[in-house]
């Protein structure tokens, strides 16, 4: 079974800290996302990764940023956190090719 | 741009029912189609995956269809039970670009014992 893990399940930061959010994935998997889900708004991309050390934007990258130095983890990274990032935040991978993509059980982030 | 679309927002139905949860798409050119449950404050949990080619899949009591010239897919399950309560969301891939999923707001389903 493919397994991504998060580092955090709940968080709760002050406006202006930076934040680390970190995702492991076990099966190899090229692909890894990032997505923020907000009530009424669904799931939002807001970095993919293709490969190690490949980034690239995606809906809502405005606030975030990304590191990918080994294939297995990709992280989130909240330069300054705000109070509008606060969400929950899910991370995703899958392989190439037709393959399902699956998703870890989601750090809910508080900024306060 | 690809539009996902499921209806009703909200279901409750009774232990033991049959039930079905629907998903449409705006562009019939995808490349998969993916079913995914959530449960609150967690992550989602995929189900099944039709490859643009098949027609449906099933995993136990879930079967899951797709018509891709209607731009539908249906999600069936069989003799609902209480722990199916939760929120189920589909996912269209258009193409092989890796950011290019789209996803339904969901449905959330509560079956009641």
């Known amino acids: 079974d493919v397994k991504v893990t998060q580092s955090s399940r709940y968080l709760v930061k002050r406006t202006g800290e930076k934040v680390f959010l970190e995702c492991v994935q076990d099966m190899d998997h090229e692909n890894m996302f990032w997505y923020r889900q907000d009530p009424g708004l669904g799931l939002r991309l807001i970095y993919f990764s293709y490969d190690v050390k490949m980034k690239e934007k995606g809906d809502i990258p405005e606030g975030y940023s990304v590191s990918r130095e080994k294939k297995e983890r990709f992280s989130l990274i909240l330069e300054s956190a705000s109070t509008n990032q606060t969400s929950m935040y899910l991370c995703?991978?899958?392989?190439?090719?037709?393959?399902?993509?699956?998703f870890g059980p989601g750090t809910r982030l508080t900024v306060l | 741009k690809q539009e996902v679309t499921q209806i009703p927002a909200a279901l409750s139905v009774p232990e033991g029912e049959n039930l079905v949860l629907n998903c449409s798409f705006t562009?019939?050119?995808?490349?998969?189609l993916q079913w995914f449950r959530q449960d609150p404050g967690k992550g989602l949990t995929s189900l099944l995956l039709?490859?643009?080619?098949?027609r449906e899949q099933t995993s136990g009591r879930l079967n899951a269809s797709l018509d891709k010239s209607s731009g539908r897919s249906t999600l069936y399950i069989a003799a609902s039970q209480p722990g199916d309560s939760a929120t189920y969301l589909c996912?269209?891939?258009?193409?092989?670009?890796?950011?290019?999923?789209?996803f339904g707001t969901g449905t959330r389903l509560t079956v009641i014992p």
């Open positions: 995703a991978s899958r392989g190439q090719g037709r393959n399902e993509q699956f």
């Open positions: 562009d019939s050119a995808i490349y998969n």
């Open positions: 039709i490859q643009s080619s098949q």
């Open positions: 996912a269209v891939r258009r193409g092989t670009g890796a950011n290019n999923l789209f």
